[in-house]
Protein backbone atom coordinates (compact mmCIF):
# COMPACT_ATOMS: atom_id res chain seq x y z
CA UNK A 1 0.00 0.00 0.00
CA UNK A 2 2.87 2.04 0.86
CA UNK A 3 4.73 1.03 -2.41
CA UNK A 4 1.52 2.38 -4.01
CA UNK A 5 0.99 5.87 -2.62
CA UNK A 6 5.01 6.63 -3.57
CA UNK A 7 3.99 5.45 -6.92
CA UNK A 8 0.89 7.87 -7.65
CA UNK A 9 2.58 10.51 -5.57
CA UNK A 10 5.67 10.27 -8.20
CA UNK A 11 3.27 9.91 -11.02
CA UNK A 12 1.02 13.22 -10.12
CA UNK A 13 4.72 14.86 -10.03
CA UNK A 14 5.49 14.01 -13.04
CA UNK A 15 2.59 15.21 -14.56
CA UNK A 16 2.71 18.62 -13.11
CA UNK A 17 6.10 18.81 -14.27
CA UNK A 18 5.13 17.81 -17.91
CA UNK A 19 2.49 20.68 -17.64
CA UNK A 20 3.95 23.00 -16.01
CA UNK A 21 6.81 22.90 -18.68
CA UNK A 22 4.07 22.78 -21.53
CA UNK A 23 2.46 26.18 -20.20
CA UNK A 24 6.02 27.58 -19.94
CA UNK A 25 6.52 26.25 -23.46
CA UNK A 26 3.32 27.67 -24.73
CA UNK A 27 4.43 31.08 -22.82
CA UNK A 28 7.65 31.62 -24.72
CA UNK A 29 6.99 35.20 -26.97
CA UNK A 30 7.49 34.77 -30.47
CA UNK A 31 9.84 36.42 -32.25
CA UNK A 32 11.11 37.38 -35.59
CA UNK A 33 13.17 39.38 -37.03
CA UNK A 34 13.47 42.91 -38.95
CA UNK A 35 16.29 42.74 -41.06
CA UNK A 36 19.69 40.76 -41.77
CA UNK A 37 17.49 37.43 -40.76
CA UNK A 38 16.65 34.12 -41.57
CA UNK A 39 14.64 31.04 -40.12
CA UNK A 40 16.65 27.93 -39.37
CA UNK A 41 16.41 24.43 -40.19
CA UNK A 42 14.72 23.69 -37.38
CA UNK A 43 12.91 26.70 -37.03
CA UNK A 44 14.62 29.80 -34.52
CA UNK A 45 14.52 32.71 -36.24
CA UNK A 46 17.94 34.07 -35.84
CA UNK A 47 19.14 37.96 -37.13
CA UNK A 48 20.76 41.17 -36.37
CA UNK A 49 17.63 43.03 -35.21
CA UNK A 50 14.99 40.17 -33.17
CA UNK A 51 11.61 41.87 -32.28
CA UNK A 52 9.15 40.19 -29.62
CA UNK A 53 6.12 40.09 -30.49
CA UNK A 54 3.85 41.92 -27.60
CA UNK A 55 0.45 44.32 -27.34
CA UNK A 56 0.93 47.71 -27.48
CA UNK A 57 -2.64 47.23 -26.21
CA UNK A 58 -5.34 44.59 -25.95
CA UNK A 59 -5.17 42.86 -29.08
CA UNK A 60 -3.18 44.93 -31.21
CA UNK A 61 0.07 43.15 -31.58
CA UNK A 62 3.25 45.88 -32.29
CA UNK A 63 4.39 42.88 -34.64
CA UNK A 64 2.96 40.52 -37.14
CA UNK A 65 5.34 37.93 -37.62
CA UNK A 66 5.60 35.53 -41.16
CA UNK A 67 5.06 31.79 -40.13
CA UNK A 68 7.38 31.15 -43.38
CA UNK A 69 10.48 33.44 -43.09
CA UNK A 70 10.42 34.72 -39.44
CA UNK A 71 10.76 37.97 -40.84
CA UNK A 72 8.48 40.98 -39.86
CA UNK A 73 4.88 41.33 -41.85
CA UNK A 74 4.03 44.81 -40.30
CA UNK A 75 4.08 46.80 -37.74
CA UNK A 76 1.34 46.89 -35.36
CA UNK A 77 3.12 50.23 -33.93
CA UNK A 78 6.04 51.48 -36.10
CA UNK A 79 7.48 53.66 -33.90
CA UNK A 80 7.70 50.96 -30.77
CA UNK A 81 11.29 51.34 -29.29
CA UNK A 82 12.41 54.64 -31.36
CA UNK A 83 14.15 57.71 -30.22
CA UNK A 84 14.43 60.52 -32.54
CA UNK A 85 17.19 60.24 -35.21
CA UNK A 86 19.23 63.47 -33.79
CA UNK A 87 20.99 66.06 -35.51
CA UNK A 88 22.76 65.59 -39.00
CA UNK A 89 25.04 68.41 -40.70
CA UNK A 90 22.90 68.12 -44.44
CA UNK A 91 19.21 69.44 -45.04
CA UNK A 92 17.04 66.40 -46.13
CA UNK A 93 13.38 64.68 -45.15
CA UNK A 94 14.28 64.27 -41.47
CA UNK A 95 14.98 68.58 -41.04
CA UNK A 96 11.41 69.12 -41.86
CA UNK A 97 9.99 65.91 -39.81
CA UNK A 98 9.58 63.98 -36.90
CA UNK A 99 12.49 61.50 -37.77
CA UNK A 100 12.91 58.49 -35.22
CA UNK A 101 15.23 55.36 -35.15
CA UNK A 102 15.53 52.73 -33.38
CA UNK A 103 18.75 53.09 -31.25
CA UNK A 104 22.08 51.35 -32.41
CA UNK A 105 23.64 50.97 -29.06
CA UNK A 106 20.95 49.81 -27.07
CA UNK A 107 20.63 46.59 -29.16
CA UNK A 108 24.44 46.36 -28.85
CA UNK A 109 25.00 46.36 -25.18
CA UNK A 110 21.48 44.31 -24.79
CA UNK A 111 22.17 41.47 -27.29
CA UNK A 112 25.36 41.90 -28.72
CA UNK A 113 27.29 42.81 -25.71
CA UNK A 114 29.68 44.39 -27.67
CA UNK A 115 29.82 47.90 -24.88
CA UNK A 116 30.37 45.96 -21.95
CA UNK A 117 33.15 44.56 -23.85
CA UNK A 118 34.61 47.59 -24.77
CA UNK A 119 34.01 48.67 -21.32
CA UNK A 120 36.29 45.85 -19.62
CA UNK A 121 38.88 44.58 -22.77
CA UNK A 122 39.49 48.23 -24.24
CA UNK A 123 38.60 50.80 -21.88
CA UNK A 124 41.17 48.95 -19.32
CA UNK A 125 45.13 50.29 -20.40
CA UNK A 126 46.36 46.99 -18.43
CA UNK A 127 43.89 44.94 -19.84
CA UNK A 128 44.50 46.03 -23.53
CA UNK A 129 46.34 49.12 -24.43
CA UNK A 130 45.49 51.89 -26.69
CA UNK A 131 46.99 51.47 -29.84
CA UNK A 132 49.83 54.31 -30.71
CA UNK A 133 48.43 54.98 -34.16
CA UNK A 134 45.55 53.45 -36.47
CA UNK A 135 48.38 51.09 -38.23
CA UNK A 136 46.74 48.03 -39.32
CA UNK A 137 48.05 45.10 -37.09
CA UNK A 138 47.49 41.11 -36.95
CA UNK A 139 43.71 40.63 -35.26
CA UNK A 140 43.54 38.07 -32.03
CA UNK A 141 41.05 36.35 -30.14
CA UNK A 142 37.42 37.33 -31.29
CA UNK A 143 38.35 39.69 -33.13
CA UNK A 144 39.18 37.12 -36.15
CA UNK A 145 36.04 35.90 -36.51
CA UNK A 146 35.61 38.97 -38.65
CA UNK A 147 38.51 38.78 -40.11
CA UNK A 148 41.94 36.66 -40.22
CA UNK A 149 43.79 39.38 -41.51
CA UNK A 150 43.01 43.30 -41.09
CA UNK A 151 43.23 43.37 -44.86
CA UNK A 152 41.00 40.15 -45.51
CA UNK A 153 38.35 42.17 -44.04
CA UNK A 154 35.31 41.83 -46.64
CA UNK A 155 34.91 45.66 -46.82
CA UNK A 156 36.57 47.95 -48.85
CA UNK A 157 38.75 45.60 -50.92
CA UNK A 158 41.68 45.54 -48.67
CA UNK A 159 41.71 49.30 -48.13
CA UNK A 160 40.19 49.82 -44.81
CA UNK A 161 40.52 47.92 -41.84
CA UNK A 162 39.04 48.72 -37.88
CA UNK A 163 40.67 51.56 -36.88
CA UNK A 164 39.16 53.40 -40.33
CA UNK A 165 35.93 53.43 -38.38
CA UNK A 166 36.02 52.96 -34.45
CA UNK A 167 37.47 55.14 -32.34
CA UNK A 168 41.01 54.04 -31.02
CA UNK A 169 40.40 55.61 -27.82
CA UNK A 170 36.86 55.00 -27.63
CA UNK A 171 35.66 51.73 -28.65
CA UNK A 172 31.95 52.76 -27.78
CA UNK A 173 31.81 55.22 -30.91
CA UNK A 174 32.73 55.70 -34.60
CA UNK A 175 34.91 58.25 -36.06
CA UNK A 176 34.52 60.31 -38.96
CA UNK A 177 37.65 61.29 -41.40
CA UNK A 178 38.94 63.64 -39.30
CA UNK A 179 38.22 61.76 -35.96
CA UNK A 180 35.57 63.18 -33.95
CA UNK A 181 33.04 60.50 -32.20
CA UNK A 182 29.92 59.27 -33.96
CA UNK A 183 27.05 57.56 -32.11
CA UNK A 184 26.58 53.49 -33.44
CA UNK A 185 22.63 55.15 -33.43
CA UNK A 186 24.09 57.64 -36.83
CA UNK A 187 26.26 55.08 -38.89
CA UNK A 188 25.07 56.86 -41.47
CA UNK A 189 27.44 60.07 -40.52
CA UNK A 190 30.05 57.65 -40.69
CA UNK A 191 29.22 55.04 -43.97
CA UNK A 192 28.80 58.57 -45.76
CA UNK A 193 32.49 59.36 -45.57
CA UNK A 194 33.06 56.99 -48.27
CA UNK A 195 29.61 56.00 -49.84
CA UNK A 196 28.32 59.92 -50.89
CA UNK A 197 26.36 58.95 -53.62
CA UNK A 198 24.38 56.04 -51.68
CA UNK A 199 24.24 58.52 -48.38
CA UNK A 200 22.83 61.24 -50.83
CA UNK A 201 20.20 58.67 -52.27
CA UNK A 202 19.33 57.88 -48.38
CA UNK A 203 18.91 61.32 -47.48
CA UNK A 204 16.11 61.41 -50.63
CA UNK A 205 14.76 58.03 -49.91
CA UNK A 206 15.60 56.81 -53.13
CA UNK A 207 17.64 54.06 -51.07
CA UNK A 208 16.61 52.30 -47.68
CA UNK A 209 13.48 52.09 -46.31
CA UNK A 210 11.19 54.16 -44.24
CA UNK A 211 7.64 53.13 -42.37
CA UNK A 212 5.27 55.40 -40.38
CA UNK A 213 3.45 58.67 -42.05
CA UNK A 214 3.31 59.73 -45.67
CA UNK A 215 2.13 62.94 -45.41
CA UNK A 216 4.72 65.75 -45.40
CA UNK A 217 6.00 66.33 -42.29
CA UNK A 218 4.76 63.46 -40.59
CA UNK A 219 6.64 61.24 -37.89
CA UNK A 220 8.66 58.63 -39.96
CA UNK A 221 10.94 55.60 -38.64
CA UNK A 222 13.93 55.98 -40.93
CA UNK A 223 16.37 52.38 -41.26
CA UNK A 224 20.16 53.11 -40.59
CA UNK A 225 22.49 51.66 -42.56
CA UNK A 226 23.53 48.70 -40.24
CA UNK A 227 20.58 47.64 -39.96
CA UNK A 228 20.09 46.32 -43.78
CA UNK A 229 23.79 46.20 -44.07
CA UNK A 230 26.75 44.25 -42.69
CA UNK A 231 29.58 46.43 -41.85
CA UNK A 232 31.93 43.75 -41.72
CA UNK A 233 30.77 41.55 -44.57
CA UNK A 234 29.10 44.28 -47.15
CA UNK A 235 30.74 42.20 -50.26
CA UNK A 236 28.79 39.79 -50.01
CA UNK A 237 31.43 37.34 -49.35
CA UNK A 238 30.49 33.48 -48.29
CA UNK A 239 27.20 33.17 -46.06
CA UNK A 240 25.45 36.47 -48.10
CA UNK A 241 25.65 37.91 -45.21
CA UNK A 242 26.36 41.70 -46.83
CA UNK A 243 22.49 42.05 -48.04
CA UNK A 244 21.21 38.70 -47.25
CA UNK A 245 18.99 37.35 -49.60
CA UNK A 246 15.24 37.42 -47.88
CA UNK A 247 13.03 34.41 -48.93
CA UNK A 248 9.79 35.20 -50.62
CA UNK A 249 6.60 35.39 -49.23
CA UNK A 250 3.74 33.01 -50.50
CA UNK A 251 1.57 35.09 -53.28
CA UNK A 252 -1.55 36.80 -51.85
CA UNK A 253 -4.68 34.70 -52.11
CA UNK A 254 -6.77 35.76 -55.39
CA UNK A 255 -9.78 37.77 -54.91
CA UNK A 256 -12.76 35.74 -54.30
CA UNK A 257 -14.58 34.63 -57.63
CA UNK A 258 -11.05 34.76 -59.46
CA UNK A 259 -9.79 30.88 -60.48
CA UNK A 260 -6.58 31.56 -61.87
CA UNK A 261 -4.32 34.12 -62.96
CA UNK A 262 -4.53 33.03 -66.97
CA UNK A 263 -5.47 36.68 -67.58
CA UNK A 264 -2.26 37.87 -66.90
CA UNK A 265 -0.59 35.65 -69.64
CA UNK A 266 -1.68 38.16 -71.89
CA UNK A 267 -0.05 41.40 -70.54
CA UNK A 268 2.42 42.45 -73.11
CA UNK A 269 1.09 41.20 -76.20
CA UNK A 270 -1.79 43.22 -77.23
CA UNK A 271 -4.32 40.76 -77.01
CA UNK A 272 -6.76 43.03 -75.78
CA UNK A 273 -8.06 42.85 -71.88
CA UNK A 274 -5.71 45.82 -71.51
CA UNK A 275 -2.69 44.66 -72.99
CA UNK A 276 0.25 46.59 -74.39
CA UNK A 277 0.99 46.51 -78.18
CA UNK A 278 4.69 45.73 -78.93
CA UNK A 279 6.59 48.54 -79.73
CA UNK A 280 6.99 49.07 -83.55
CA UNK A 281 10.03 48.04 -85.20
CA UNK A 282 13.12 50.39 -84.75
CA UNK A 283 11.74 52.10 -81.38
CA UNK A 284 13.33 50.53 -77.91
CA UNK A 285 10.61 50.80 -75.01
CA UNK A 286 11.21 53.47 -72.84
CA UNK A 287 13.78 55.66 -75.21
CA UNK A 288 11.91 58.92 -76.96
Same mark, same amino acid.
Request: aromatic share 8%.
Given at each position: ???????????????????????????????????????????????????????????????????????????????????????????????????????? @??????????????????????????????????????????????????????????????????? /???????? /??????????????????????????????????????????????? @????????????? /?????????????????????????????????????????????????
Amino acid at each position: MKKYKISKVLFSFLVASFLLSGIAYAADPEVCFESRGMKSEDGEVVGYTIREKRDVEPGWPNIKCSSRTGGVLWWGDPFDETEPMGELPIEADYTYEEAVVKPR @EAHLTEVIGLFPCADMCHGDPEVVAVPKDTTPRTLVDMHTEKAEKPTDLKHGRGAIWCLDCHSRTNR /NKLIDHRG /NEISFNQPMKLCGKCHGQIYRDWRDGIHGKRIGMWVPGGKKRWWVCT @ECHDPHNVQQAPG /NRGFAQLQPEPAPELPKGMLNTDHEQEHGHGGGGGGHAAPAAGHAPGLH
